[in-house]
Antibody
Framework: EVQLLESGGGLVQPGGSLRLSCAAS????????LTWVRQAPGKGLDWVSG????????YYADSVRGRFTISRDNSKNTFYLQMNSLRAEDTAIYYC?????????????WGQGTLVSVSS | QSVLTQPPSVSAAPGQKVTISCSGS????????VSWYHQLPGTAPKLLIY???NRPSGIPDRFSGSKSGTSATLGITGLQTGDEADYYC???????????FGTGTKVTVL
């Protein structure tokens, strides 16, 4: 059974850093594209970042490029989102998800979400 | 600001049909597959349609997807109260080098 379990969310001051983790089971992270999607309170879905399967090429939304870094650890079957220089507008529930195949699309399994709050 | 535009809301009586449109451009819907997701309150999104018109296992055939040019459509027939949720389209945007979601549509069962 495929499962994704996020951790690492919390309250952080503006300018601070957090690292989100997404522990995967039931599939091999290196074989599928993986992604992070966020949702601010009362708002719609906002794609943040993705990494392709096999080659592991990262992609970012303009709003986070240069501040966030996506990575994966094949040995731990886990992927991460390192978030630096956090801003109030980064406050959201962050979901990790896997894609059906190697391309960043068709997200068939999602984690439960972890809340990131950026506030002084 | 999302590059995929959806109507804010649609509604119909139980048993009826609704359609949700998703309008984009050549860089996203026009040249890439579309996915559809729904999100019940307080839960994670769930994939309903992939590659524009395919259903994952477990998704009933009441849900259907289609694509024409730079627009896509999600259809829901035999509307049920359990279908009340927010619905989002999504696609890869080749110009942005990013995945984009639609603005979202709230489905209400009257």
């Amino acid at each position: 059974e495929v499962q994704l379990l996020e951790s690492g969310g919390g309250l952080v001051q503006p300018g601070g850093s957090l690292r989100l983790s997404c522990a995967a089971s039931g599939f091999t992270v290196s074989s599928h594209a993986l992604t992070w999607v966020r949702q601010a309170p009362g708002k719609g879905l906002d794609w943040v970042s993705g990494i392709t399967g096999r080659a592991g090429t990262p992609y970012y939304a303009d709003s986070v490029r240069g501040r966030f870094t996506i990575s994966r650890d094949n040995s731990k079957n886990t992927f991460y989102l390192q978030m630096n220089s956090l801003r109030a507008e980064d406050t959201a529930i962050y979901y990790c998800a896997k894609a059906i195949e190697r391309g960043i699309s068709n997200f068939d399994y999602w984690g439960q979400g972890t809340l990131v709050s950026v506030s002084s | 600001q999302s590059v995929l535009t959806q109507p804010p809301s649609v509604s119909a009586a139980p048993g009826q049909k609704v359609t949700i449109s998703c309008s984009g451009s050549n860089s996203n819907i026009g040249n890439n597959y579309v996915s559809w997701y729904h999100q019940l309150p307080g839960t994670a999104p769930k994939l309903l349609i992939y590659d524009s018109n395919n259903r994952p296992s477990g998704i009933p055939d009441r849900f259907s997807g289609s694509k024409s040019g730079t627009s896509a459509t999600l259809g829901i027939t035999g509307l049920q109260t359990g279908d009340e949720a927010d619905y989002y389209c999504g696609a890869w945007d080749s110009s942005l080098g990013a995945y984009v979601f639609g603005t979202g549509t709230k489905v209400t069962v009257l």
